[in-house]
Structures are given as C-alpha cells and as structure tokens.
C-alpha cells in the first residue's frame, strides 16, 4: 500500500490533526482526465477529490460538491479539482451515478408513495463484466420527499410504484437490476412491490396489499399464494438492495421502531406497523416456501421493510455507498489524489455504519491518501474518526446562530468553509 504524502500546513479548528497529509502535487503523476486545471505560475498544486454525499435537505450531492469546489478555489486557485459526487443508495442515487456512468437513461411514469403517477428514471448501462445492468432509485417512486407534510401517513402509503421501476428495467434489457434504497416514505414491508409484479404477472392480490402497512395486520398466506411462483419466475434476474441500512425488518432497530416515526407515525401507530409486519412477514416466507429468518437479514428493514420484499424475491445485499464507489471507479479517482474531501449534512454515529463518509475513508485508508469531512454538524469526536480513517471533521455550523446561517445559505456557507480549510490543506 503506498505511503501518504506528507506536506507541511497551518492550524485550523480540525477535529483530527494527525501527522500525514496531502502531498504536494510537482513529483506527481499527470491528472487523469477530466480533473479541473488551474495552474498560476509558480504554484505547487495538490490534487484534490471532492466527493461528498448529499446535505440531506438542504443541498444534493452535486450542490454540494460545486460550492466546495468553489470555495476551494478562492484560498487555492492553483490546486487540481476532480468533483466526484456520491450516494448511499438514497435520494439522489440515480443523478450520482448518471454523472459518472456511460449510461443511457430511460424516462417512465411510475404510481408515487399515494398512489399518484410520478416521473422517475431507470439507468441502464453493461457492467464491467458486460452484464446488462440497470440502477433504480426506489425513492423516486416512494420517497418521503413526495409526501407534503400533512399527507405523512406510514401506515397507508405504498411501495407498488417500486414494481413498476422493476419491471420497466427487466423489460428494457437488464438482467442485473440494482436498487438504491433509502430516503423512503413508506413502512409496508415490500407488500405493495409484490402486489405489483403479482399483477403485472397476471394474478389478483388482495388490495390490501398496496393500502400501507397498516393494512396487512392478520394478513394470512393463502393471501400471497402467488409469492412462490412470483420468486421463480425473477430467477433470472439479478436483484442487488443497495443501502447503508443493514438493520432487520423487526425489533427494536427495524423498520417501524427504528424509522417509522421520522415518516410520520406516532409511537402508538410505530407499534400497530410493527404487529402488521411481523404478520406479513410470517405470511409472505410462509407463502414463498422460505424460512421466517429471511426477516432477520441484514437490510430487510431498509426503506421502510422494501429490502424484505426484495430478499424475498431472491435478492441480495451491498453497501449502498460502496455499490456507488464500486460503480465510478472511485479507487483509481482516489489513487491519483493528494487529498480526498468528503462531506454530509451530519457528521454522527450514523456515519461511521456503511455511509458515504466510511466507504469513502476506508479508501483512503487502504490507497494511503488522507481524507478530510466537511459537515453541517460534527458530532463524532476525533477517536471516532480517526478509527474509520477520517484524519480531520470541520463544521460548518457550530451554534444555533451558525446553524440557522447555514440553513439560509447552505452552499455559500458551504463554500465560505471550504475556503478556510483549502489555506490549511494547500500551498
């Protein structure tokens, strides 16, 4: 593995502040195509790779990246700059990908978390092992962002727009379909996804399998009699759940206790979600001839229980943030890096578990090039990042009165932040 580079720098109010870091870029390689160039007479520049996730409700993995970039370039107009914007399978997972991936889009309507049409897209591109491969975001067609407010309700909204992304990639030529969970505004445990394809394969589900998950308390398994046949016949078809959630459908962690109430739910409703799934999730493994363990798996929880309606239908689990990576060629974006910055909307516990900010720093850390965190918040102390290989955080916003600037101008306060640390990573 390559040793870091070192280079000298000034202080800053880093959390970390270990010993090694960027190296300065004159005994460097040539930049890979596609790095931003700006190179001052008489300047030493650092290649830096700005990939962040996106500021969750304020500004998208690509907003994010930019307004780095250009703060970056006010304190070091002479650095190299490569923007390479991530995801963990969340809102956003599509438009990450479509920016980095020889790919061509198709544009379909899809039925929307209340049973409304919305637009989404279907990504489809030959994997490197030339295997017809299409990404689906499982947000777009049940997304919490396509919910105002007021119409929040976990218990009734559905995930049967989540078919119709599946079976437009099976149609279009995909025999690898990967699907970006996260960010969802539903809790039905995948009832409303199997209802669908049971439709679009000709059966009659019961209704009450796409009115939420509230409705399939006491649900039996003569109701899904059709799951068996349904598994088989996607048999031919790669399903891979991409998602940073690895938690089971039930329990204290799952889908209901964990996340329910972030949808919408009240404690009282969270706990009818959780007997409603428990019975479904007995029915639909009884149904399909699986063992009822299947809703103990890693990322059955994920998306509000879609990942177990997708294990059911044979399935299986990545990380979403390093299904991404793997998918841009990050390694070598980063092999050819001084310095790495990454970047989410909160720097906390969460981020240590699979996201964008781990997957990214577990790069580094095997390449031997630094990474640094920019965040709306920190809250993870300096052990806790240096352990995941994140050798310094900064804050954007460390009071109420920075928070609520932030919130106002997220990507100049971004960008204002981004300035200040570039005078102590660059020359």
Not at 78 to 97: A, M
Not at 173 to 185: H, N, Q, T
Not at 327 to 342: I, M, P
């Amino acid at each position: 593995m390559p040793a870091a580079r070192p280079i000298t720098r000034a202080g800053d109010d880093a959390i970390g502040r270990a010993a090694s870091t960027p190296s300065a870029a004159a005994s460097a390689p040539p930049a890979p195509a596609g790095w931003c160039v700006r190179r001052p007479r008489h300047t030493v520049e650092v290649r830096v790779l700005i990939a962040p996730d996106s500021f969750t409700g304020t500004l998208s993995a690509g907003q994010a990246a930019r307004a780095i970039a250009e703060g970056w370039t006010r304190s070091a107009p002479g650095d190299q700059l490569q923007l390479c914007p991530l995801s963990d399978g969340g809102p956003g997972f599509v438009d990450v990908l479509s920016a980095s991936v020889p790919a061509r889009q198709e544009l379909v309507t899809v039925s929307g978390p209340l049973g409304e049409p919305v637009p989404a897209q279907i990504l489809l591109t030959d994997a490197e092992d030339g295997v017809p491969t299409a990404y689906v975001e499982s947000a777009q067609a049940c997304g919490l962002h396509l919910v105002s407010p007021d119409r929040r309700d976990p218990g009734r909204t559905t995930t049967v727009g989540v078919a119709d992304l599946l079976t437009g990639a099976r149609a279009a030529g995909a025999v690898r379909i990967v699907v970006g969970l996260g960010g969802s505004g539903t809790n039905d445990g995948g009832a409303g996804l199997l209802a669908g394809l049971l439709r679009d394969a000709g059966a009659d589900p019961p209704d009450r399998l796409v009115r939420g998950g509230e409705g399939l308390r006491g649900v039996e398994a003569a109701e899904l009699s059709g799951l068996a046949g349904l598994r088989e016949a996607w048999a031919d078809v790669e399903i891979v759940l991409a998602s940073d959630v690895d938690v089971a459908l039930l329990g204290f962690h799952g889908a209901s206790a964990g996340f329910a109430a972030q949808k919408g739910a009240t404690p009282e409703q969270a706990q009818r979600l959780e007997r409603a799934l428990g019975d479904f999730a007995a029915a639909a493994c009884d149904a399909a001839r699986l063992p009822r363990s299947l809703a103990r798996e890693a990322g059955a929880g994920a998306a509000g229980g879609l990942g177990f309606g997708l294990l059911l239908l044979g399935g299986g689990r990545v990380g979403g943030a390093s299904a991404v990576l793997a998918a841009v060629g990050f390694r070598a974006r980063v092999e050819a890096a001084d310095l790495v910055v990454t970047g989410e909307g909160t720097f906390d516990w969460q981020s240590l578990r699979g996201k964008v900010v781990s997957a990214v720093a577990a790069v580094g850390l095997e390449v031997g090039v630094p990474v640094i965190v920019l965040a709306g918040q920190v809250l993870v102390g300096r052990r806790e990042a240096l352990s995941i290989g994140v050798e310094s955080a900064y804050p954007v916003a460390e009071d109420p009165q920075q928070v609520a600037a932030a919130l106002a101008d997220p990507a100049g306060t971004l960008a204002a932040r981004a300035q200040r640390i570039a005078r102590t990573w660059s020359r």
